[in-house]
């Protein structure tokens, strides 16, 4: 079945450092969503893309489509330690615009 | 700030109760979903609806049972409760866009432990 993983499963930085975490999907997907769930909270919308080759920034954050729209990739510059907690990507399922399927997720943590 | 509530937040009870996680959303969105998210991983869709009177089931198999009588209103229940429910349910809302994947505003979740 279709699946989307994401490296690493986890990350430990040192407050300043860079981070990336990389999506990987099974399937070409229409678009990719991105949320972060910080710990013991719910998953909060982020970012999405449509466009193969698409990047977009928002403040530290740089998110990126693949050109073959099966990857994606979320870099932050300049870790905080507000940036702490789990980044998931998510695509639809299938032809199907409305369920979607959530990366395996890659937490942050930071060490100030 | 999503206007999506869940209760209980937390929720401990023993084996064979029957429970109903509440779902209410005040933003008058259309398409309503249950996900399932054990520690550390990812989330599951087990349940969704696009509108009043229309439930299906996700790609998790679940137990579980959902109703759509109202469009702000998404319960779900289990009829008896095992610890294999054991993990946190989480409740989202998304607005037709016209095609293009909707995001989704989530509520805070329910923490099922059953003993």
Not at chain 2, 9 to 35: A, F, N, P
Not at chain 2, 77 to 92: D, G, M, N, V
Request: hydrophobic residues 30%; charged residues 15%; contains cysteine.
């Amino acid at each position: 079945g279709q699946q989307v993983m994401q490296i690493p499963q986890y990350q430990h930085v040192q407050e300043g450092e860079d981070f990336t975490t990389y999506c990987n999907s099974s399937t070409t997907l229409s678009n990719i969503q991105w949320y972060k769930q910080r710990p013991g909270g719910h998953p909060v919308f982020l970012i999405q893309l449509v466009k193969s080759g698409e990047v977009k920034k928002q403040k530290r954050l740089t998110f990126q489509f693949g050109e073959a729209k099966k990857n994606s990739s979320l870099h932050i510059t300049a870790t905080q330690t507000t940036d702490v907690g789990t980044y998931f990507c998510a695509g639809p399922y299938g032809g199907a615009t409305n369920k979607l399927i959530f990366g395996t997720g890659t937490l942050l943590a930071v060490q100030p | 700030e999503a206007d999506i509530y869940q209760t209980p937040r937390y929720l401990v009870i023993g084996t064979g109760k029957k429970i109903t996680l509440e779902c209410s959303q005040t933003m008058g969105h259309d398409k309503m979903y249950w996900y399932q998210q054990d520690p550390g991983m990812e989330l599951h869709l087990i349940h969704y609806s696009y509108g009043v009177n229309s439930t299906e089931k996700g790609d998790l198999s679940s137990e579980s049972t959902v109703s759509r009588i109202r469009t702000e209103h998404f319960p779900l229940t289990l009829e008896s409760a095992r610890p294999s429910h054991t993990s946190q349910y989480l409740c989202a809302s998304s607005k037709s866009s016209g095609g293009l994947t909707e995001k989704l505003f989530f509520g805070s979740g329910t923490q099922l432990s059953v003993l």
